[in-house]
């Protein structure tokens, strides 16, 4: 499996890697500091450079189900690497940084809209999620109002492991209606806003609900007899 650096530091924006293997997904290194595309999140961009100053873009990042390994996708008509070279993996940390801030963002809006969440998407500008509602009238300056005052409160945010027992013990923790997060490996991943919010997350986030900044309420959208879907954007 690769060494997820990001799981213990989403603020790492780089780290010294080996090739390990090369295949048509991609170039899959021992250690990481890329996150790969999962839970809405889109995996990270960036560059693997060489010892002697081989640049090779890096255009996404992918998670082979069932192996813990991790693709580092190039791009088209980048530098071959070969297995044992060591290399700096560095991500566009500013694209990053904007995917943990409406990440974190995401999770407030669950902890204002009482609701089982049905889809979502982070992006660098925007997210949205999609809630389980029939019947149900939203109010959009109420919803930026709450969300705003979350993120001035400046909640600390961290990371915590629970067993699956814990888990199965505390179905509420989930509120992902589609996904539900991955168990059987003995623990799970918690993402805790301090007094807000808890719920599985393997994502990268924020370390505090200030570094999100102002953010409004877009376009709610109808989809469906039961599906409201809710847009955030910075504020900015």
Known sequence: MTEEFFR????????????????DG?????????????????????????????????TDTVKEMGTGIHLHVPADGAPALQVG??????????????????????????????GGVTGGSI??????????????????????AELNRLIGENHPIGAKWISDQDL??????VRTMSV?????????????????????CGGTHVKATGEIGRVRVGKIENKGKHNRRVNVLFDE
């Not at 500008?125 to 919803?143: A, Q, S, W």
Request: with cysteine; charged share 25%; net charge negative.
């Open 180 to 200: 539900k997060p991955p168990s059987g490996q003995g623990r799970v991943r918690v993402l805790e806003i301090e007094g807000v919010d808890l719920q599985p």
């Open 168 to 173: 199965a013990a505390n179905p509420d923790l």
């Open 8 to 23: 213990a530091d989403a603020y790492a924006k780089s780290c010294e890697a080996a090739v390990t293997t090369i295949t």
């Open 26 to 58: 991609g170039i899959v290194l021992d250690r990481t500091v890329f996150y790969p595309l999962g839970g809405g999140q889109p995996g990270d961009t960036g560059v693997l450079t060489t010892a002697n100053g081989t640049v090779v873009d890096i």
């Open 123 to 144: 992006g660098a500008e925007k997210g949205r999620l999609d809630f389980d509602l029939p019947d149900t009238t939203l109010d959009k300056e109420h919803i930026t």
């Open 85 to 114: 070279d060591r290399v700096t993996a560095e991500i566009d940390w500013e694209r990053r940084y904007k995917h943990m801030r409406i990440h974190s963002c995401l999770h407030l809006l669950c902890a204002v809209i009482d």
